[in-house]
């Protein structure tokens, strides 16, 4: 009750400088709170997917692998697939031209790497403003506590009154400016550093099932230390 009613003398007694940064802090907090929310999301679903590559690798063909992955939409490892697939078919379209000087190894290394690239900005889009309210925020708080405790300190040399009881009051509610500032920066802080761990786990699982895509495209099986249930190299029929 004590910090509710500080908050609302905060506000009601405050100037148009002290709203301001109030105002400001709830923005960088409503705003760090959506893309937490957004990419835990995102995260959550991509490791989802990930976890039906492996059944990917079983099906009877490559389309019916397809399906095992899941909606095209917004899903990075159909998107992979797709790029191995069209630079495949690319490269054997175009062999009596110029294409047939490029080996088809470097042909599909680069069409998986370009969607990799592709994934991970979308992976990594919003972090930025997590990073920035994350170094920002507790600066914007000690400014608004600085610019209190000046207000609070002229209207005590005006009153000429010094007592405990003028000063702990106004400078109390400038502090609190601060713990908002606190209040703001922590979850982003731990939200960004957790939000990097996920998508580096889901970067390394689309880098390998990229490796297995290229050995697949390039040579028609899958070269991994993964096997069948009979114990030989898990393979698919070209679609």
Known sequence: METQLGLITLWTQGDWVTKSVAVLLLGMSLASWSVILAKALDVFTFKTLAARTESFWHSADFEAGMATLGAATGNPFVQLARSGQEATAHHRNTQTQLHDTLDISDWISRALR???????????????????????????????????????????????????????????????????????????????????RGNKSILSKLSRFAHDLHAYFVTGARVSNTHGSDGKVVAMKHA
């Open 114 to 196: 370009n969607s990799i690239d592709d994934s991970t900005a979308r992976l990594q889009s919003g972090l930025a403003v997590l990073a920035s309210v994350g170094s920002t925020a507790p600066f914007v708080g000690l400014f608004g506590t600085v610019w209190g405790i000046y207000h609070a300190l002229m209207g005590i040399s005006a009153t000429g009154q010094a007592t405990i009881d003028k000063v702990a009051g106004p400078i109390g509610e400038a502090l609190i400016m601060t713990a908002l500032g606190l209040a703001v920066a922590i979850p982003a802080v731990l939200g960004y550093n957790a939000l990097v």
